[in-house]
């Protein structure tokens, strides 16, 4: 695999490089703190700008046949946020903080329903491999590896998979990935190193 694979598995090889603060981290904080006196315009910002990457974590962490209950733990992490804002100690953690929120939603949803997670794991990877074998050849080179990785996360655990979206995707530090997922920092450590190892064999098996 070329650029796009490389930094998955090349530079993923030092996951305690520090993050860069970025614009958009900065506009978080500040709507934070215009949330906490009580704008609903920043608070509806917040909801716009965070939304859509809550409703994906919750998703991954579901799996394939618990998505459908994504909205509703969206829903109710949401509501939380709202009703918690003013407790969060520093405006930069909203992220971590927010993910992590929407990850014991999942734990709630899952202890509810009494599933065994296991089964629901082997459930999808079957799924996932049956729609894999239905997949044309991409034209575009870029494409195509865009592609080949989709596919290769998709046939990795759903915590494997929020995992590494959340460190890789959605650039969160080792601490805040461990927030994020209600987990301890070195976890996260020995997840992240395990978690490349299964996606670069993943990704061999499909240049095979």
Not at 39 to 65: C, I, P
Not at 100 to 108: H, Q
Not at 154 to 180: G, I, K, M, P, Q
């Amino acid at each position: 695999m070329k650029i796009l694979v490389n930094r998955w598995l090349v530079a993923s090889d030092s996951p305690l490089a520090p993050m860069r603060r970025s614009t958009d981290q900065t506009l978080d904080e500040l709507l934070v703190l215009s949330c906490r006196n009580g704008s609903e315009v920043a608070f509806g910002m917040l909801h716009k700008r965070w939304h859509k990457r809550l409703w994906a974590h919750a998703s991954h962490l579901l799996g394939r046949n618990l998505r459908d209950r994504a909205d509703d733990v969206c829903q109710e992490a949401w509501l939380a946020i709202a009703r918690t804002i003013d407790t969060l100690g520093e405006p930069e953690h909203f992220r971590a903080w927010a993910y992590s929120i929407v990850t014991r939603r999942v734990a709630d949803v899952r202890r509810s329903l009494g599933r065994d997670e296991r089964k629901q794991e082997g459930l999808r990877r079957e799924t996932s491999g049956r729609e894999s074998s239905n997949q044309d050849p991409a034209a575009d080179d870029s494409a195509s590896e865009r592609e080949t990785l989709r596919l290769a996360l998709n046939s990795l655990s759903s915590e494997d998979h929020a995992l590494l979206r959340l460190f890789y995707l959605d650039e969160l530090s080792v601490a805040e990935t461990a927030e994020a997922l209600d987990i301890p920092v070195g976890t996260v450590k020995s997840r992240l190193f395990h978690a490349r190892q299964r996606l670069r064999r993943a990704l061999q098996r499909r240049q095979t």
